[in-house]
């Protein structure tokens, strides 16, 4: 059982993140959260302490990352992202941040149409990428450039990709386990307990890995 630790979310009142949130807090952990809105933050806990902000305009990551032993970004803008890798310049920032503050565990959360970095999408996935979500290719070569940069310049650090298939939100629909090839379209809900017990996964340090729910 992972002892109480201070968790930094970036994302937290989004779809995944609003789900991590809860689950870290009832586990008994620390919260620190950067958002736009904290008004969007529905929990209220002694243990989620929340500083108002962007990732386009954070000055300082002192405060954020003292005492932090993991660091989870679970960020998306569909329209920031159609022209401009905010993700990329963000975690560019961030990683040297980490460094700074001793800080080595990392989890990112990609989409599973984005390409793994010197990877390939199987057939099925290219194509629904090329068609049904070519609105969101803004998005993909955004997580496509983090995934780079963490593989060729973040080696020291314990990065890991998590390129999932969100859904909706709604009632969990099971476990999903990580896989190189299988994929699930999941619940928000689902993702993020993956999320949390992915970051304490030594095995998942270093992958850009897809996650697909697995038959008990």
Same mark, same amino acid.
């Given at each position: 059982?992972?002892?109480?630790s *201070?968790?930094?979310?970036?994302? !937290?009142t &989004?779809?995944?993140?609003? +789900? ?5 807090? %009832?586990?008994?952990? *620390?919260?620190?959260? /950067?958002v736009?809105?904290? !008004? ?5 806990? !002694?243990n989620?302490?929340?500083?108002q ?10 405060t /954020? ?9 679970? =960020? ?12 990329t310049?963000f ?8 460094r700074?503050h001793?800080?080595k565990?990392?989890?990112y959360?990609? &989409? #599973? ?7 390939? =999408?199987?057939?099925? =996935?290219?194509?629904i990428?090329h ?6 290719? #803004?998005? +993909?070569?955004?997580n ?6 963490l593989? %060729?310049e973040?080696?020291?650090? %314990?990065?890991?990709? +998590?390129?999932? #298939?969100?859904? @909706? ?9 990580? @896989?190189? @090839? ?5 619940t928000?809900?689902?993702?993020a307990?993956?999320?949390?017990? *992915?970051?304490?996964?030594?095995? !998942?340090? +270093? *992958?850009?890995? =897809?996650?697909?729910y697995?038959? %008990?």
């Amino acid at each position: 059982m992972l002892q109480p630790s *201070t968790f930094l979310v970036f994302g !937290a009142t &989004g779809g995944t993140g609003k +789900h991590f949130v809860s689950l870290a807090l %009832e586990g008994g952990h *620390t919260v620190k959260a /950067l958002v736009r809105n904290p !008004a969007k933050l529905a929990v209220q806990n !002694a243990n989620l302490l929340v500083q108002q902000g962007s990732i386009t305009d954070i000055a300082d990551f002192d405060t /954020l990352l003292q005492g932090t032993e993991f660091v989870i970004s679970m =960020l998306g803008d569909v329209k920031l992202q159609r022209h401009a890798k905010i993700n990329t310049a963000f975690v560019k920032k961030l990683i040297p941040a980490m460094r700074q503050h001793g800080v080595k565990r990392f989890l990112y959360q990609a &989409g #599973g149409l984005s390409t793994p970095y010197k990877g390939h =999408l199987s057939p099925i =996935l290219w194509t629904i990428r090329h068609t049904l979500a070519r609105g969101f290719n #803004g998005q +993909h070569r955004d997580n496509e450039a983090v995934m780079e940069y963490l593989a %060729e310049e973040a080696k020291d650090i %314990e990065w890991m990709v +998590h390129r999932a #298939g969100i859904g @909706s939100d709604g009632p969990s629909k099971g476990s999903l386990k990580r @896989s190189e @090839s299988k994929f699930s379209i999941a619940t928000f809900r689902d993702c993020a307990a993956y999320n949390f017990r *992915t970051l304490t996964d030594s095995a !998942a340090i +270093h *992958t850009c890995d =897809l996650s697909f729910y697995a038959k %008990e």
